[in-house]
């Protein structure tokens, strides 16, 4: 006969295996979540399904992120709204724990995500997806990704993946007509005017001193050379 204890044993094996997503809530992500987000993201950046992102981006961007965690409070997923203007928003870092998956976190977080793009105003969202299939549930659709200047500024011109990019451009919302990213261009009245003239180097000023080691041997005739 089983006893309660085994049972109970069985149970909580069954639980830890598989996390309960049931009552699952979604989140606005605390500084102490960072960690758990660091070790969940940069668990799928190897194979390139996401971002790798350091942990000090992390703690620098945790308000972007939202996390899911289920009626226990144990950390089952996140995801992050990064805003580029009112023109466009991008969803990053989205995951779900293996042992929660198909249960909706992964769902929620979106929409989490979605509905902050909308109370902050921006009229676009985009993302590059190697799953767009979960996307189109959301509203999302396959966009060129050179319509997107502001996410390859960001993220593609500095990633190994550059020309082999096996990612889809998604959007949800009109194309931005506008980007805030680009090649660097400072307005001329940013920069800082330099001084105009010649600036003496400190050993030149010392050399002009007269009675100076300088003076003294610039002063010096040259010796007569050798008779051969
Ligand atoms: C993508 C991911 C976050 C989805 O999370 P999830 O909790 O499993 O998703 P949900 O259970 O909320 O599913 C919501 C809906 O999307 C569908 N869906 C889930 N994963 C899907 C997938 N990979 N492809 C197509 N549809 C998918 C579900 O069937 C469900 O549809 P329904 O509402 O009609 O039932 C999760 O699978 C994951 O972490 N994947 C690995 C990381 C990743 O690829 N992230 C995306 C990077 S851009």
Same mark, same amino acid.
């Given at each position: 006969m089983t006893s309660p204890a085994s049972l109970l044993a069985a149970s909580e094996s069954t639980a830890s295996t598989r996390a309960r997503v049931g009552g699952a809530s979604v989140r606005q992500a605390r500084l102490q979540d960072a960690v758990n987000i660091f070790e969940l993201v940069n668990s799928l950046s190897g194979d390139g399904t996401l971002l790798r992102r350091s942990y000090a981006e992390i703690c620098e961007n945790v308000r972007d992120f939202h996390i899911a965690e289920s009626e226990a409070r144990v950390f089952l997923g996140c995801g992050a709204l990064h805003l580029y203007g009112p023109h466009l928003a991008e969803v990053r870092s989205i995951v779900v724990k293996p042992e929660a998956k198909g249960q909706g976190a992964g769902g929620r977080l979106l929409r989490a995500l979605l509905e902050e793009a909308e109370e902050q105003g921006v009229v676009a969202v985009c993302l590059f997806t190697r799953i767009p299939d979960f996307f189109f549930h959301f509203g999302f659709r396959v966009a060129d $990704?050179?319509?997107l200047p502001d996410k390859i500024y960001k993220?593609?011109?500095?990633? &190994? $993946? !550059?020309?082999a990019c096996d990612e889809v451009a998604m959007v949800r919302g009109p194309l931005p007509k =506008?980007? =805030? !990213?680009? &090649?660097t261009r400072i307005a001329q009245h940013e920069l800082v005017k330099l001084q105009e003239g010649h600036i003496p180097h400190p050993a030149e000023e010392t050399a002009s001193k007269p009675g100076s080691q300088e003076q003294k041997i610039a002063s010096r005739q040259p010796e007569k050379p050798h008779a051969p």
């Open positions: $990704r050179t319509t993220d593609c011109q500095a990633c &190994p $993946r !550059l020309y =506008v980007a =805030v !990213l680009g &090649p």
